[in-house]
């Protein structure tokens, strides 16, 4: 009898320690609605994925992580990029000293693309796409492109 217990309290010691390996929260999911175009460019539609949560820890990895998928652009059929695809993320940097806006860097390609590529309309569809993606989750408040 004195056996089977000890086993016991040995398996669920060893179990414990399994299962808590890792980050508190890691392998948790957060839901993220991505900003993209319908078809006819005229409105924005939203494609669901999911991220890891531990990742919101860190504010700016969090919305660099976002941006990266929103610059990779739709899997949805008939979802259209509002940013075209040569433009990079260069960087995301949160405002100093104020709390929850986020400066969001885009290369070259986004401005020349302005007026050249994009229609008026497409502009404000790309900046509505960023600024809806980011501004969903409480700690970013504003966005600065």
Known sequence: MKKIISLIL???VLVS???GCGEKGKGSLVNVKLYFSNSE???LVTEETSVDAFLRKDTVGFARKI???LLKGPKTEGYK???PQDVKLRGISLEKGEDGIINIDLSKEYL???GKDFS???ELLARY???CTLCQFEEIKKVKI
């Open 10 to 12: 040995i398996s669920a």
């Open 17 to 19: 320690l399994l299962c």
């Open 41 to 43: 460019k005229d409105s």
């Open 67 to 69: 941006m990266k998928l």
């Open 81 to 83: 990029a509002v940013i």
């Open 112 to 114: 020349k693309s302005r």
């Open 120 to 122: 008026q309309s497409e």
């Open 129 to 131: 796409s960023i600024i």
